[in-house]
């Protein structure tokens, strides 16, 4: 075992205090993936685990992180797993939560064991096409912890735009092109969308900022009900940007605001990543190949989206929690 | 043999007769079965089904986890989920419920997975209906799901205690789907034998959790990705388990009569042996085929029928056996086989397996009213061969093909 101390918040000024808790040296997300250089599902997919540990199952919609992770007879999965299909992560875990229940009372399995039922599902299969079968399930108060880790597009189909797609974002159905400068929308609030089932436990994470990432895992084991985690994850292919900037551009997405750790436990509200200063949000843009296109003003216009967003974060933590916006910050700076 | 049989049997086990609808029947068998984990969602003709399923659960006399779901896509997902844990599942449908189904119905065969499943047999929007014929089941033919197709209340009791036993064995190991007549079975009050100590039940049909499962202890993937060099083979196996399902399902319908004095074979016969002209049907109209099939004798046509019951695995070689030496086969299909070689499923495939043409008619369909007159007629026309085989005819449509 190596010791692990989880206070996240050290980095960030202090002011938060963490549960310290063990984490493994063994591991149960096995090494010899096909993932891609520079993508982040495996950095979430090891430490879930080893939070979690091995007595847990994984439900793991159509995705990325199952056709390269369960390519027959491999696996990278040391815990019972199991793909059914793209839409229905929620459901299928809705049944063996049942059936746990239904066993441990006919004494087929220990009552007094405790078996974790994990979906581990893309955007895609959260937000769009998995969204009722995962209302469903919350609504219904199953014990099951949602993982949703989100690229921001189908990725496994090859870079289309989903429900999370950022605005501005280029992909294969929404091209920038002459008339429409790439995606329209907005990113579909998933974490808020799941609080307002009234669950007890819903986070977002960002995997370039472990700690926190794993606190977030354990408090969703801990508690009783459903529970969400809405976890950004850079995808090298789908955003276009050097491997070796896997991490970087995800901090750049923290430290421009663009993305903001928080957690909302029994409807109370936390951010649990302060920032003090923030860079401007073309510090995370530039980066990536999929904002390329975009003019001045479209840049300006995100930064503004962002200014006003974390207005409101301010302001449900009734002080500034994420700090104002400081266009003298480098982008990059150098590591120590 | 028939479940008319003359011959009384020694039943071993002490029986009751009481009345149930078609649904109500299916829902004490699955009752007695003691489901794990039941998923449901409403659906006329079968939410009958689920309610009842619901009262068990909800007074007490069913100890088994209800799952309300949000969707029949879910119904089964959660049904599927559930098997996969190593629980005795069930969950019910018709018509679009099935068809919302539908991407995961092959999934419980790929993964090899028990679970039983009733449908109240009614078709296919547009325009909407929720009426009964058998658009539904017969979009399932190629899946790998066993299906049966009951008569009557009695059957469909007697047939998911036996799907049970026949989905856990561990030469099967594949999900069975019992069909039965919308409204004309789900929903008409019939007499029927149950056993009087539940019990019974279970001892016939004990849960054998002995398929692959999920299991913290002994780690393993289910639905991995099948590449090319590999998808076809791990198929085949489930394409091999429904052939092999073939023979348990008799030995366990024999098997079944012993202790309940009830069986009814892959398919059932009337006054075959000797027959000219014969109807092949399924499902509730098999008693007015059996009537007019009197009508014809006495009026000295050689007629005879069968009723189909177990359609997956087909049972082609003893089909051929009960058909191959009479003249004329004509099927009634109660469902639309859209632009096929034959306007009816089942045509088609009696058709092949006889290597010779047949006669085809359609009929029940949107459960447009049927009697045995209407039958009669029709049979008639094939007899006098005013009828061709490899034609399209109707039975009760307005303006159709007669
Ligand atoms: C019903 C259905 N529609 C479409 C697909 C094709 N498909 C497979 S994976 C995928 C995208 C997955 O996207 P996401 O959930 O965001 O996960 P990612 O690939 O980004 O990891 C799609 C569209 C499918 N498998 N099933």
Not at chain 1, 169 to 191: D, Q, Y
Not at chain 1, 238 to 253: D, H, M, Q, T
Request: hydrophobic share 40%.
């Amino acid at each position: 075992m190596v010791k692990t101390a989880v206070k996240a918040a050290e980095e960030y000024e202090g002011q938060y205090e963490y549960a310290t808790f063990e984490l493994p040296n063994e591991e149960l997300f096995l090494p010899g993936h096909g993932l891609c250089a520079g993508c982040t599902i495996g950095v979430i997919a090891r430490h879930m685990l080893k939070v979690f540990g091995p007595d847990t199952v994984i439900i793991n919609p159509t995705g990325c992180a199952e056709v390269s992770t369960v390519v027959y007879p491999r696996t990278n999965w040391a815990v019972p797993w199991i793909h059914v299909a793209f839409g229905n992560g929620g459901s299928v875990a809705s049944g063996i939560e049942a059936a746990i229940k239904a066993l441990k009372r006919r004494g087929v399995i220990d009552p007094n064991r405790r078996i974790n039922v994990v979906v581990f599902a893309g955007d895609g299969g959260t937000a769009d096409i998995g969204f009722q079968a995962l209302s469903g399930m919350l609504e219904r108060g199953h014990k099951v912890i949602y993982v949703m880790y989100d690229n921001e597009g189908y990725m496994n189909t090859g870079i289309q735009r989903s429900g999370t797609t950022p605005f501005g974002a280029s992909t294969t159905t929404s091209p920038a092109g002459k008339v429409v400068p790439g995606n329209i929308r907005h990113k579909k609030p998933m974490a808020a969308i799941a609080a307002a089932h009234g669950i007890p436990y819903v986070a977002t994470a960002n995997p370039a900022y472990v700690h926190d990432m794993v606190y977030k895992f354990k408090k969703a084991m801990e508690v009783n009900g459903p529970s969400f985690i809405h976890i950004l994850q850079s995808c090298t292919p789908g955003w276009r940007f050097e491997p070796k900037y896997a991490i970087r551009v995800l901090e750049l997405a923290t430290e421009t605001g663009y993305w903001v750790n928080y957690e909302i436990e029994n409807g109370e509200f936390r951010v649990t990543l302060p920032v003090p200063r923030r860079k401007h949000v073309k510090c995370f843009l530039q980066l990536q190949g999929r904002f390329r296109h975009l003019k001045p003003d479209e840049i300006e216009y995100i930064q503004k989206v962002i200014d006003r967003d974390v207005e409101e974060i301010n302001r449900l933590m009734g002080r500034e929690v994420i700090g104002p916006l400081d266009p003298s910050l480098p982008c990059l700076t150098e590591r120590k | 043999m028939t479940a008319q049989a003359l011959v009384p049997r020694e039943k071993k086990i002490a029986q009751k007769r009481i009345a149930l609808t078609g649904n109500h029947a299916v829902a004490l068998a699955v009752k007695m079965c003691r489901p794990d984990v039941i998923a449901a969602y409403p659906i006329t003709p079968q939410t009958p089904v689920v309610e009842k399923l619901a009262e068990y659960v909800n007074n007490g006399e069913l100890d088994a986890e209800y799952i309300p779901v949000e969707s029949e896509h879910s119904a089964m997902s959660a049904v599927i989920g559930a098997s996969a844990m190593g629980a005795r599942t069930f969950t019910e449908t018709s018509s679009q419920g099935l068809m919302h189904m539908y991407e995961n119905l092959p999934i419980a065969v790929g993964l090899r997975l028990p679970i039983v499943m009733g449908v109240a047999a009614r078709t296919i929007s547009a325009p909407i209906n929720v009426w009964g014929d058998y658009s539904d089941v017969m979009t399932m033919r190629e899946l790998g799901w066993i299906i049966y197709i009951v008569q009557n209340a009695q059957e469909a009791f007697d047939t998911i205690i036996q799907a049970y036993r026949v989905a856990e064995d561990q030469r099967v190991h594949l999900p069975a789907v019992v069909a039965y007549d919308g409204f004309w079975t789900s929903h008409v009050l019939q007499p029927l034998d149950v056993p009087e100590d539940e019990e019974d039940v279970i001892r016939f049909s004990p849960i054998t959790r002995s398929w692959v499962k999920l299991d913290v202890d002994k780690p393993l993937q289910l639905g991995a990705v099948g590449t090319p060099e590999w998808y076809w083979e791990i198929r085949w196996q489930a394409v091999e388990a429904l052939r092999e399902s073939l023979k348990v399902i008799e030995e366990i319908d024999r098997e079944f009569d012993k202790w309940f004095g009830r069986s009814y074979g892959l398919f059932d016969t009337y006054r075959l042996e000797d027959a000219e002209l014969a109807i092949v049907t399924y499902g509730s109209i098999y008693g007015l085929v059996k009537k007019v099939v009197n009508r014809l004798r006495e009026e000295g046509v050689k007629a005879g029928a069968l009723r189909l019951r177990v359609i997956r695995p087909w049972p082609g070689d003893k089909l051929r056996k009960a058909l191959d030496n009479i003249e004329k086969v004509f099927v009634i299909d109660r469902a639309i086989n859209h632009g096929g070689p034959l306007i009816g499923p089942m045509a088609t495939e009696v058709a092949a397996t006889l290597q010779r043409p047949v006669y085809n008619a359609l009929a029940t369909i949107g459960m447009r009213a049927i009697d045995s007159d209407m039958i009669y007629e029709a049979a008639v026309k094939v007899a006098k061969g005013l009828w061709a085989p490899n034609q399209t005819y109707t039975i009760g449509l307005r303006g159709g093909y007669e």
